[in-house]
């Protein structure tokens, strides 16, 4: 009994030299204590961990054969809390992402093609359309866009045919999703925007109005394109007239 509250009780008194064999028994707790505060400031190394481990190790820990510990540990059920940090694409819903960089991109192009249609002689048109920052932009919009919204089905809905080649229902299940439709929205733009101003430069080069096929451009690129050329070939055939009536 004297020897069980001894161990139950670390504050230990000098006296108890008088019984047994004081000397092995004191150094035995002393070393007990020193194990187990060790073990204390280990479980502190993180915080989100010590209440954890501490209550693993109490709850296991028992005396048999005098002063010996026994420490037996739970690892299988020990499982260290950790905060999760997961890399995520965006904290936005997907629909939510879609929309803004749909909308961004819209308003992103109009000042490019209001300069152009209503300013084109202007120095900070010209300054504008020789720019590649706006290219780069929707660039980067359409790559964020893509990552998003590629699956591991992206290329077989794109190259259906036993032939490796695109199919229509196959294009139509890809852009059934927001955030691929957001993405080719995206890319129209920077091909449109691109067309447009190698149509405005060119109008510039050869003293050509352009600004209904930059306007035209904007939503229906191929028609904005053929008128240009069209545009361009009246012009060139009218100087030609000019210069025979003279």
């Known amino acids: 009994m ?40 280990r479980t502190t190394d993180h915080p989100s961990q010590q209440a954890r481990i501490g209550a693993g190790l109490l709850d296991e820990w028992s005396f048999a054969r005098g002063t010996r510990l026994v420490i037996r540990q739970k690892v299988s059920t020990f499982i260290p809390f950790r905060k999760s940090f997961e890399v995520q694409a965006s904290w936005l819903p997907t629909s939510q992402i879609a929309s803004s960089v749909f909308t961004l991109g819209t308003a992103a192009v109009l000042p490019f093609y209001t300069l ?22 929707l660039g980067l919009l359409y790559a964020y866009l893509l990552y998003l919204s590629w699956t591991p089905d992206t290329l077989k809905l794109m190259f259906a045919s036993k032939y490796w080649l695109p199919e229509l229902s196959g294009m139509a299940k890809m852009f059934s999703s927001e955030m691929t439709l957001a993405s080719a929205w995206i890319h129209l733009l920077a091909v449109d925007l691109f067309a447009a101003r190698q149509v405005f430069q060119d109008g510039l080069q050869n003293q050509i109005e352009t600004r209904h096929s930059v306007s035209l451009c904007l939503l229906f690129c191929p028609i904005g394109i053929v008128t240009h050329f069209v545009t361009k070939a009246a012009a060139k055939t009218a100087a030609d007239d000019g210069h025979k009536m003279h």
């Not at 209503?118 to 720019?131: C, G, I, Q, R």
């Open 116 to 137: 152009m249609v209503f300013a084109p002689k202007s120095e900070l048109t010209k300054k504008s359309m020789e720019s590649s920052v706006p290219f780069i932009v």
């Open 2 to 41: 004297f020897f069980s509250s001894c161990i139950a009780h670390p504050l230990i008194s000098p006296k108890i030299s008088q019984f047994g064999q004081p000397g092995n028994l004191h150094r035995n707790v002393e070393v007990d204590q020193r194990f187990t505060s060790a073990l204390k400031i």
